[in-house]
Nanobody
């Protein structure tokens, strides 16, 4: 099994910055894509940003130019640098990865427990 542990959420004023981190651990043979999703109460989970093993990135239109995703493959860790934060960015952020737990196993999706980001003055 692959476990994802997020850190870095919290309270920030509008216009401020936060950096989220997520480390994958456990039984890991290989990790493909990693990324971040977010979900507001009553809404579906939505893509924020993803990054492949070779560094190709994909962003939601709502965060382009403000958020930057990166990863450290040696540490099995993905980061989300969030700048120019807005009140509408206030939701729970979930770390994601698509990984193989062992040789011969198929890839599957794994999720972190979520970290709250609150943007408020």
């Amino acid at each position: 099994q692959v476990q994802l542990v997020e850190s870095g959420g919290g309270l920030v004023q509008p216009g401020g910055s936060l950096r989220l981190s997520c480390a994958a651990s456990g039984s890991i043979f290989s990790i493909n894509a990693m990324g971040w999703f977010r979900q507001a109460p009553g809404n579906e989970r939505e893509l924020v940003a993803t990054i492949t093993t070779d560094g190709s990135t994909n962003y939601a239109d709502s965060v382009k130019g403000r958020f930057t995703i990166s990863r450290d493959n040696a540490k099995n860790t993905v980061y989300l640098q969030m700048n120019s934060l807005k009140p509408e960015d206030t939701v729970v952020y979930y770390c994601y990865c698509n990984a193989r737990a062992r040789l011969g196993s198929g890839p599957r999706d794994y999720w972190g427990q979520g970290t709250q980001v609150t943007v408020s003055s």
